[in-house]
């Protein structure tokens, strides 16, 4: 039996993984808290006014930013690990905000940056490769060979102009658990997102995973996805990318999920116009989702594809189409803070309403999507047999008098019986 059956499979079997009950009853929402201008502006107190309406809005899960010490104010080039003073703010109001948020039963979600680590002082061959004078004082043998250290040569993708750690080495991943159940235990972070997942053995990830024991974890496994020249178009058929991200996550032990990276590319292409992309020569959704729902973390925007970077935004006027489908369809959604704090009160309000339903008909992870439309301008889908949504400009709504308008927007809709 080939791989993608094998997985296909165990969705169909409902098989559960080990990494705790919220993933195991697949009922999570995650909202993404910060974009990549959030530093300026005395994060940890303005996430903290906020903590009552997340936890009303039924988010199960918010993920931070980087907390740890920095070179870059947005807390991706980590050099003091065990330093919590960051542009976001003191560890102190960091340390109150997880408490009320565990007060308000929601999760905080940690970003681990752990692929690189800038150095402190310069070592072998002049680069900045050792951590004299700070918690985790490594030598050049924590770096990998191919960004300045004298480590092993790097498992995967580089990223370039800062040392890339060597997860190989024992002492290395001694510290890094260790951290990472400081984080857990003395901190208050109970789920963990794995930056940069393309640079670093997956194989590791499962080792953390099993010693720290986070309620939840997600991997930020971002490859490109299949485009076709000369015009550069998105290829309709994107298994091979799924595909990429199941191994991975196959290879963490199935411990980790991660983020549906291909849902959003072929998803954002389709609400242009194209919404004969949502499904696949199987019938199935064609991202991640189609093949490993309970594993896939659905999104429509993060603080590098979308926020001021725009690395790979979703076209802003089918925003909340974006929404309608991934809060009624199986996989675990994400929700970015623009949208829900920044774009108004009435998109705010849209999707609250969409996660209302959501848990009100008990739609979660594993739900059955049974697609009945997927033409140029309409989609319309029915999960597990009790919800229906339309999204695109075509006119649809569902026959039957048991069906009844649950809310509707600009270019979506949902009904349920």
């Avoid at 910060?34 to 009303?56: M, P, Y």
Wanted: some cysteine.
């Amino acid at each position: 039996m080939d791989y993608l059956h094998r997985v296909v499979d165990e969705t169909v079997q409902g098989k559960e993984c080990s990494n705790g009950e919220a993933i195991r009853n697949g009922r999570e929402i995650l909202f993404q808290a910060f974009n990549w201008e959030s530093h300026k502006h005395d994060w940890w107190r303005n996430l903290d006014k906020k903590v009552g309406d997340i936890a009303k809005s039924g988010f199960t899960s918010v993920w931070l930013p980087p907390a740890t010490n920095s070179l870059s104010p947005e807390g991706y080039l980590p050099q003091n690990l065990y330093c919590l003073d960051s542009s976001y703010g003191s560890h102190h109001l960091l340390k109150a905000l997880i408490q009320k948020m565990q007060q308000n039963k929601v999760r905080a979600m940690a970003d681990v940056v752990i692929n690189h680590r800038v150095g402190t002082t310069r070592g072998h061959g002049g680069a900045y490769n050792r951590y004299d004078g700070i918690p985790l004082p490594w030598d050049e043998y924590a770096v990998t060979s191919c960004s300045g250290g004298l480590g092993s040569r790097s498992y995967g993708d580089n990223l370039h102009g800062v040392p890339n750690i060597d997860h190989s080495q024992a002492f290395v991943r001694k510290d890094i658990i260790g951290w990472l159940k400081w984080l857990r235990k003395t901190i208050g972070f109970q789920d963990f997102r794995f930056d940069f997942a393309k640079g670093f053995d997956p194989k590791y990830v499962k080792e953390y995973v099993q010693e720290s024991k986070p309620i939840f974890s997600v991997g930020e496994y971002w490859d490109s996805c299949n485009y076709a020249p000369p015009d550069y178009r998105l290829n309709y058929n994107q298994d091979s990318h799924r595909q990429k991200i199941i191994n991975w996550m196959d290879k963490t032990g199935q411990l980790c999920t991660a983020f549906d990276f291909t849902t959003k590319g072929i998803l954002q292409e389709a609400v242009k116009g194209e919404l004969s992309r949502l499904r696949d020569p199987q019938g199935k959704p064609p991202g991640v989702m189609g093949w490993w729902p309970s594993r896939a973390v659905t999104f429509i925007e993060n603080h590098d594809t979308g926020s001021t970077q725009g690395h790979w935004p979703f076209p802003s006027g089918h925003v909340m189409e974006g929404y309608a489908y991934i809060l009624t369809h199986p996989g675990i959604p994400t929700v970015f803070y623009d949208h829900f704090y920044d774009w108004g009160n009435s998109f705010h309000d849209q999707i609250v309403k969409l996660m209302d339903i959501r848990c009100h008909q008990d739609i979660h992870s594993r739900s059955k999507i049974r697609i009945l439309e997927a033409r140029s301008d309409l989609y319309a889908a029915i999960i597990d047999e009790k919800l229906c949504m339309k999204i695109g400009d075509g006119s649809w709504c569902p026959s039957g008098m048991e069906w009844k308008l649950a809310t509707s927007g600009n270019r979506y809709a949902v009904w349920h019986k």
